[in-house]
């Protein structure tokens, strides 16, 4: 099935970031202030402008693994290192940067879409922010979400209908893009996102994750926490992380990894289920007939190991036949 493919979109008041943000994390981990370990050994990266997803089996740690990283994990002491751009450092301390999405609403119920996002401008820019600057976001952010068909629609609440579910968790990312407005927000930008599908229809979280997708054109790392997306949706995403001692890399080269360790897919099923499946034991492998979930870390160890030797070898063999050529 062919992916789907993106267009560009022609930002107006959000601007491009002039110094995107990379993170690297290694051996990344959670303990509880009662002791007990929740989180541990999770290395892997997320590059800037990428629209990456943390997936994995309920109870593997995804949502403490986003809180632990950005450094929202009050109830807890964090463990292992995070590297921002290469060096050493924490999310918190680039906190004007970094948008945070909770999976419940912060939204006003009794405002408007247009009224909603627009005061959420004024409110979280620098003091002087004029109502043209305001009026120039607001404007980005319902097409870029798709929601400016219903920007004087009342967003509404259970006993007062307003707008579906989807178009609600749409302009909860609204409030947190227009912090664009911020000075200090206007370079390095991270959106976290908790679950943004949950609950959702796969067209409305296929309509949200292609807006988050265009973001990337400006250099914005989307990080969210995902279930179960169907396979057009599951292709958008950059990268992947796996919880369960599994993969991190680029989303398209999961299912060729996951097969040259004998796991194979059905031509029928959804990549993401399988994946979800195999990470939790319930798919056997035909070169692992004693294959449990967590031997899964040291064949990619090798996998990594083996990769470096052979670019290795290649470059090697690259500079030899350079020098000979500059010598001859």
Partial sequence: MPSIQIEKHRFHGLKEKSEPMDIRF?????????GTTVLSGVTGEFKAGKCCAIMGPSGAG???????LCGKA??????????????????????????????????????????????????????GTTDKDAKRVTEDVLQI??????????????????????????????????????DQAADPTVLFLDEPT????????????????????????????IHQPRYSLFTLFDEVLLLGRGLSGPSLGAVPYF??????????????????????????????????????????????ALSLSLLFSLLLSVYSFLSAMCYS
Avoid at 62 to 68: G, R, S, V
Avoid at 110 to 121: K, R, Y
Wanted: proline letters at 4%; one cysteine or more.
């Fill in 74 to 127: 009050w109830y807890g002491t964090t463990t292992g290192k995070v590297f921002i751009n290469g060096q050493e450092a924490s999310i918190a301390d680039f906190k004007p940067c970094v948008g945070f999405v909770p999976q419940d609403d912060i939204v006003h119920e009794s405002l408007t879409v247009d009224e909603q996002i627009f005061a959420a401008a004024k409110l979280r820019g620098e003091p």
């Fill in 62 to 68: 995804k949502t403490t693994f986003m809180n632990a």
């Fill in 26 to 34: 290694e051996s990344l981990g959670l303990d509880l202030h009662s």
């Fill in 145 to 182: 979400l798709q929601i400016n068909h219903i920007r004087n629609s009342v967003v509404g609440s259970v006993e007062h209908r307003g707008i579906s579910g989807g178009q609600r968790k749409r302009v909860n990312i609204g409030l947190e893009l227009v912090a664009e407005l911020d």
């Fill in 198 to 225: 949950s609950g959702l229809d796969s067209t409305s979280s296929l309509t949200i994750i292609e807006s988050l997708k265009k973001l990337g054109e400006l250099g914005m790392t989307s990080i969210m926490v």
């Fill in 259 to 304: 097969k040259r360790l004998g796991f194979d897919i059905p031509a029928t099923e959804n990549p993401a289920d399988w994946l979800m499946d195999l990470i939790s034991g319930e798919i056997r492998s035909k070169t692992m007939p004693n294959f449990e979930p967590s031997m899964l870390f040291d064949p990619w160890l090798f996998y990594v």
